[in-house]
């Protein structure tokens, strides 16, 4: 069974850091590509940031260029998302992805964590 699982969410005042982690189970995601989205209430889901298969390539939403870093662990089957000067308009759950480089859309997706930054 395929399973990607967020933790590290919680809240934070405006300024701070928060780490997100996402395990992946039943799958590897050294050969996948990976990435992050969030929602927050009342919009749709958009997206933060991707990450090439082979970790190599990355890409950012203009709002969190700079501020936020996408990674990953292939030996511990983890993706990261490194979340610095946090502003209060970064509050939303936050969902990790992944999918097969041959195909446009994400195939897995997570349950979410939700990321609250106060002002």
């Known amino acids: 069974q395929v399973q990607l699982v967020e933790s590290g969410g919680g809240l934070v005042q405006a300024g701070g850091s928060l780490r997100l982690s996402c395990a992946a189970s039943?799958?590897?995601?050294?050969?996948?590509?990976t990435g992050w989205f969030r929602q927050a209430p009342g919009r749709e889901r958009q997206f933060v940031a991707a990450l090439t298969w082979n970790g190599v390539g990355t890409n950012y939403a203009d709002s969190v260029k700079g501020r936020f870093t996408i990674s990953k662990d292939n030996a511990e089957n983890t993706v990261y998302l490194q979340m610095n000067s946090l502003k209060p308009e970064d509050t939303a759950v936050y969902y990790c992805?992944?999918?097969?480089?041959?195909?446009?859309?994400?195939?897995?997706w997570g349950q979410g964590t939700q990321v609250t930054v106060s002002s």
């Open positions: 039943g799958l590897m995601i050294r050969n996948l590509r």
């Open positions: 992805t992944a999918g097969y480089a041959a195909q446009s859309e994400y195939k897995y």
